[in-house]
């Protein structure tokens, strides 16, 4: 839901739409997320009252509940402008690595290894159904990831994920398409699209939405304000090194920390994405 309104909201240049999104993702920090822990808890109920109970003990999240709230706030963030959601995405993903990541096969298992002491063997889903399955979700979450942070290790465990899978995906690549789709975002140099500005300008603004009104697989959205104390800043320093032109909104196309000329022009950057 997270996603959707997000990402629809975004395209349609519709604020309404994006509020549905961040108010879903302030119910999941609140009610569904241990702060002390940074596990997700899978399930609510409404008690008395209409508040928002849990189990003693909660449900806990499984690799799916991880991948699938990391991509929404990811898009989120691209919708929103708003870092806070990039960090939370930033904290869950350290979670999820942390507890179901294969360090020796490669991949993510659906369940933790502490759930799963008891069970003969922990499980990888493989097949992209009625929904992606979480590793193909997660493929491309590490992507998008890296391109917001500069991380390596997180390419590293894209790589090492879609490694993990290849043999799957050459035998029988329609059982898993989402992952195929993040294998081609990765071969394709990732776009790192800068927009320098104040997100409540119209030219900026017309900035975002040029973006936005594109398909472009392959990037990522970043509003950047030239300061070096800020989070994104803080993971790409190159960011605070882009400056406005003429005092105006200005966006630059970056590829590997490499950035092309300033542009102002809304109609100019959609050429340049279409090249």
Not at 153 to 177: H, I, Q
Not at 223 to 246: I, K, V
Request: proline residues 4%; charged residues 20%; hydrophobic residues 40%.
């Amino acid at each position: 839901m997270v996603s959707g309104y997000a990402v629809t909201g975004a395209v349609l240049g519709q604020e309404r739409l994006i509020n549905y999104a961040i108010n879903g993702a302030k119910f999941l920090k609140r009610h569904m997320f241990d702060v002390a822990s940074g596990r997700l808890k899978r399930t609510c109920y409404a008690g008395s009252g209409g508040t928002v109970e849990h189990s003693n003990p909660p449900c806990w999240g499984f690799l799916e509940d991880y991948a699938f709230v990391v991509r929404g706030l990811l898009d989120l963030y691209e919708a929103s402008q708003e870092s806070a959601w990039l960090e939370w995405a930033l904290r869950l993903q350290d979670t999820q690595d942390r507890l179901f990541w294969d360090s020796r096969g490669g991949g993510y298992f659906c369940s933790e290894a502490e759930l799963g002491a008891g069970l003969p063997l922990r499980l990888k889903d493989d097949q992209d159904g009625a929904e992606p399955s979480a590793n193909s979700v997660s493929a491309h979450n590490l992507l998008r990831l890296h391109g917001f942070t500069g991380h390596k290790d997180w390419m590293d465990k894209c790589v090492c994920l879609l490694t993990a899978f290849s043999e799957r995906m050459r035998r029988v690549p329609v059982a898993l398409p989402e992952m195929v789709r993040a294998l081609s975002a990765h071969q394709q140099t990732l776009k790192q699209i800068v927009i320098c500005g104040d997100p409540q300008a119209k030219d900026t603004k017309a900035l975002l939405q040029c973006v936005h009104s594109i398909y472009i697989p392959n990037k990522v959205l970043i509003l950047a304000n030239g300061d070096p104390s800020s989070f994104l800043s803080r993971q790409l320093p190159f960011l605070s090194t882009l400056r406005r032109l003429e005092d105006r909104a200005t966006a630059y196309v970056c590829e590997n920390q490499a950035c092309s000329m300033p542009i102002t022009e809304p109609c100019e950057l959609r050429k340049l994405l279409h090249q």
